[in-house]
């Protein structure tokens, strides 16, 4: 069964216009318009070009994998149990006892905290750097999601353009009325694909993006409160409590109906 909800909104996006085109009587032939692919197309890229450094474009392939296939990033309900049984450990053994538990680690964010705790590192100290750490993600983040809204605003503009360069060159030559009429008709094919890809396409994966860099943050500020409590040797019950506040509601429920179910098993 397919779940990402990307390639399922541009097949739905795609089925949208083709079919409103076979309803509304236009023949799809007309979208094979080279010229119009070229003006929306390379015109957008050019666009893009100017406006954002190599360095960052650079990335396009990788923010793409990350649109067609979404980072896996640790449940916050499996975050909590670990560091309930981190802050078990540390309570009973201390904070070096969990020097063992970090090559378990996959996360690189909460790894590296783990060791700056382990190692002895001053709270305020481990809080400055990682919430530096956070802020650069997030910044990482818009600049990638900014090059998608960008080309989003740029391309219905373009097709605006591409109609009008379809337009002079129709009314260049009005003695046969049949293929002026065909020529209108193809000017106007820009002007679809500006639109349809800018807000088909382009300003909803920008969207995603923004999505996806916001759960991570919540995932990453998660971490960080949990690891700071380690260190200051809470309770698992403080937190559990603690951390239960980035939970929604109903993931609050049903976590505490899995944790009764559990404790009814033990009995």
């Known amino acids: 069964m397919m779940k990402n909800s990307t390639i399922i909104g541009i097949i739905v996006g795609l089925v949208a216009i083709l079919g409103g085109m076979v309803l509304k009587g236009a023949h799809l032939s007309s979208l094979l318009n080279p010229a119009a692919y070229m003006i929306i197309l390379v015109g957008t890229s050019a666009s893009i070009l100017i406006a954002f450094p190599m360095s960052e474009l650079g990335k396009l392939g990788k923010l793409f994998k990350i649109v067609f296939n979404e980072p896996k990033l640790p449940s916050r309900e499996d975050l909590i149990a670990r560091f309930m049984e981190w802050a078990s450990i540390t309570r009973r053994e201390g904070l070096l006892a969990l020097e063992a538990k970090v090559d378990e680690i996959e ?17 305020d100290l481990v809080r400055d750097v990682l919430l530096e750490d956070i802020a650069a993600t997030e910044e990482r983040h818009k600049a990638g999601a900014l090059i998608f809204t960008q080309a989003g605003t740029y391309a219905p503009t373009l097709g605006v353009l591409g109609a009008v360069v379809g337009l002079v060159a129709a009314l260049a030559d009005m003695s046969d009325m049949d293929k002026l009429a065909h020529a209108i008709a193809g000017a106007f094919i820009a002007t679809l694909l500006g639109i349809f890809t800018g807000y088909v396409l382009w300003h909803p994966i920008a969207n995603k993006l923004k999505r996806i860099s916001k759960r991570e943050i919540q995932i990453r500020l998660m971490m960080l409160e949990g690891l700071l409590s380690i260190q200051s040797g809470v309770s698992t019950i403080a937190i559990h409590q603690k951390l239960s506040v980035f939970l929604t509601p109903t993931e609050r429920r049903k976590m505490a109906e899995k944790e009764g179910a559990a404790d009814e098993q033990k009995a």
């Open 107 to 123: 996360d690189d964010f909460l790894r590296n905290g783990m060791r700056m705790i382990i190692d002895g590192n001053d709270q």
